[in-house]
């Protein structure tokens, strides 16, 4: 496939997806455990038993008597999608492929990982796994995914009838 034509699919796919990924899968993930997290929380009066390195000593000032900070844990997912790319994969009806299918899907679930600051990875199998590209953020990684999925030719031809996208969320 030529560089511009690849590009111009690669586009395609981005726009149709980023509405479906920005009406699905609005916000970041929050936690809903309180604990040793980064972000901060709330501040609430001391109970015998907290942690004393929690005490927040500007408000324990002010107030003259012991509070401490709660933290929410940061939940950073990984998103690793499985895709089969066995022969029967050029399975379809005239007007899309199970292939193009797959590549639409990916791209959606991508782009809205992309959109919540997670790291997605991508592996490509047959009967073996033929390809694996490793979780990292961003959109730049994204599209190589798509590209990948776009332009990968898989060595073995088996034939499986199922269509398999497995997403492993971690």
């Not at 709330?42 to 900070?69: C, F, H, M, Q």
């Not at 953020?137 to 009838?161: A, D, V």
Request: proline share 3%; aromatic share 10%; net charge positive.
């Amino acid at each position: 496939m030529e560089t511009a034509e690849l590009l111009k699919k690669v586009r395609k796919i981005e726009i149709k997806t980023k509405k479906l990924t920005s009406d699905l899968f609005t916000g970041e993930y929050h936690s809903a455990f309180k604990g040793k997290g980064m972000l901060f929380s709330e501040v609430r009066k001391y109970v015998p038993g907290d942690d004393v390195r929690d005490i927040d000593w500007n408000v324990t000032a002010k107030l003259s008597e012991p509070y401490v900070k709660i933290f929410e844990e940061e939940r950073e997912l990984t998103m690793m999608l499985l895709v089969d790319l066995s022969s029967s994969e050029l399975f379809g009806s005239s007007l899309v492929t199970k292939r193009e299918l797959i590549t639409e899907l990916c791209a959606v679930l991508a782009f809205s990982a992309m959109q919540n600051n997670d790291k997605v990875g991508v592996i490509f199998f047959t009967d073996e796994v033929e390809f694996f590209l490793p979780p990292k953020k961003g959109k730049k990684h994204g599209l190589r995914i798509i590209r990948e999925l776009i332009n990968f030719n898989p060595k073995e031809k088996k034939q499986t009838f199922l269509m398999h996208v497995n997403i492993l969320i971690i």
